[in-house]
């Protein structure tokens, strides 16, 4: 068992190495995609970021969860502030994606701007192109584990997606949840006590 004084600077240790860590992966991502702005980014393991030529992808005051992949394609924005992102999550923009302050999006969660054309069926699916719409997330937005947001999406400030449900409709505040997300009910307001 650590003394208590050992386990202070232990902490101590590690803490200091995690801002390190994040300061140079910051700088390391800004110097490999000019297109790339950081700023009080906390970066799990094995974080991806791309940021192609054109794009600009910024994110300010934000958590990255561990394997996390963060892509702007060309000429595409990807706009995340002060956001807890999770696990295992994907946010591709080729055209646009904002999300707002305070959100938080779980674990395997899904956000795409774009889909595949799949019109002709003489031609290859993947030689027909792709379709782009933005997807905007408000503030205080929370999408439970293993939501998808398709492209073309608006999900308001003060929402609340259960786990597993699909957005491929605008959201207004509330509690939603299925395949696809249907509004359940209004998020309740605490009053004072007199």
Known sequence: MLKPSTAKVI??????????RNSLLSRYFELKYPG?????????????IVCTDGAFL?????????????YAGKNGIVD??????????????CEKILIGENSLIAEMTVIRDQNHKFTDS????SEQGIEMSPIVIGQNV??????TV??????ASNTVVGAHSLVNTDL?????AGIPAKYIKPLSVKKDKP
Do not use: E
Request: charged content about 15%; aromatic content about 10%.
């Open 11 to 20: 902490r101590f240790i590690t803490r200091l190495y995690n801002a390190s």
């Open 36 to 48: 790339c702005k950081f700023k009080g980014v906390k970066f799990g393991r094995g974080v991806t």
């Open 58 to 70: 910024t994110v300010n005051n934000s958590s990255l969860g561990d394997g996390s992949l963060v």
């Open 80 to 93: 995340i502030q002060s956001s807890f992102i999770g696990r295992n999550c994907v946010i591709a923009g």
């Open 122 to 125: 003489t031609i290859a699916i």
């Open 142 to 147: 929370w999408l439970g584990a293993k939501v």
């Open 150 to 155: 398709l492209a073309g999406t608006n999900i």
């Open 172 to 176: 207004t505040s509330g509690l939603y």
